[in-house]
């Protein structure tokens, strides 16, 4: 699956996940979004289901702060926009956060959703803390990339004690 990232270049470039995977050739960075890309969105209503990958054909990380987040998500993106059934965050910032990934977490994440493990982990080995992020969600992954629609995500939060 072709990953891209539009930057608003707001976090110190050193640390910033998508300034890392668009060094090493694992994202490309765009300026505009085609009408097939899934954006992810953490402030859209709708949330990724594995049969959402019919759909598009790339997939979108938002890289801003997230102090800024709601500022960059006014603006009016193309695309096909979704959030991330809720997961933990693996990274050193915001660990065991629920929903506040970086941009190399939600596309790994997605990807995982969508059914393409192996691309999903090539991803993360590029991050000291990837493997973490994967084992935190380990079990709620394997549960998201069978899901058939939202409601059953209450469920298996309460199965796992997060709801
Ligand atoms: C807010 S930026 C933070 C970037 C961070 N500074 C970094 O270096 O990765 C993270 C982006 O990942 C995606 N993302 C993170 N968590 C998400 C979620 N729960 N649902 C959908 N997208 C999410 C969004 O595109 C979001 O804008």
Redesign the pocket.
């Known amino acids: 699956m072709k990953l891209q990232?539009?930057m608003f270049y707001?976090?110190?470039p050193k640390?910033?996940?998508?300034?890392?995977m668009v060094k090493f050739g694992l994202a490309k960075n765009i300026k505009k979004i085609g009408t097939k890309g899934l954006?992810?969105?953490?402030?859209?209503e709708k949330t990724?289901l594995p049969k959402d990958k019919f759909l598009i054909n790339s997939i979108?990380?938002?890289?801003?702060?997230?102090n800024?987040?709601d500022q960059?998500?006014s603006k009016k993106f193309n695309g096909i926009k979704?959030?991330?059934?809720?997961?933990l965050?693996g990274?050193p910032?915001n660990y065991s956060k629920?929903?506040?990934?970086?941009?190399?977490?939600?596309?790994s994440?997605?990807l995982i959703i969508l059914g393409d493990k192996e691309q999903g982990l090539e991803l993360l080995d590029k991050f000291k803390w990837g493997h973490t992020f994967y084992e935190l969600n380990q079990n709620l992954f394997e549960e998201y990339s069978k899901l058939e629609n939202e409601s059953q995500i209450d469920f298996i939060l309460k199965d796992y004690g997060l709801a």
């Open positions: 990232v539009l707001q976090d110190d640390k910033c996940t998508a300034a890392k954006v992810l969105d953490p402030f859209s990724l979108i990380g938002i890289d801003c702060s997230w800024l987040a960059a998500f979704r959030k991330l059934p809720p997961l965050a990274n910032v629920l929903n506040k990934l970086t941009t190399a977490e939600a596309l994440a997605s």
